[in-house]
């Protein structure tokens, strides 16, 4: 299993970004995908899920509203899509096939201006 996410980067307060995770090694249509992040000092944090079958989603409270999951079966990619970016959004973001111990690098994202 291998899951390289991208897209992150240093954005100024009010911005969007669209992260990216690439999935490999699985049948990633059979699996429900996640969005973690975890900022300084603090803990890792679910922010967003999409389930397999029905593509339903779920969102912390934190986000929602300004988070968007979505994913591709047939690229084998998940995507988190960002607006209205806040100083508090800062933190590397991670992708994680549902409820296992597979993680990618992970991608930062820095929102200052």
């Known amino acids: 299993v291998q899951l390289v996410e991208s897209g992150g980067g240093l954005v100024q307060p009010g911005g969007s970004l669209r992260l990216s995770c690439a999935a490999s090694?699985?049948?990633?249509?059979?699996?429900?995908m996640s969005w973690y992040r975890q900022a300084p000092g603090k803990e890792r944090e679910l922010v967003a899920t999409i389930n397999n079958a029905l593509g339903s989603t779920n969102y912390a409270d934190s986000v929602k509203g300004r988070f968007t999951i979505s994913r591709d079966n047939a690229k084998n990619t998940v995507y988190l899509r960002i607006n209205n970016l806040k100083p508090e959004d800062t933190a590397v973001y991670y992708c994680?096939?549902?409820?296992?111990?597979?993680w990618g690098q992970g991608t930062q994202v820095t929102v200052s201006s």
């Open positions: 994680n096939r549902r409820g296992s111990g597979y």
């Open positions: 090694g699985f049948t990633f249509s059979g699996y429900s």
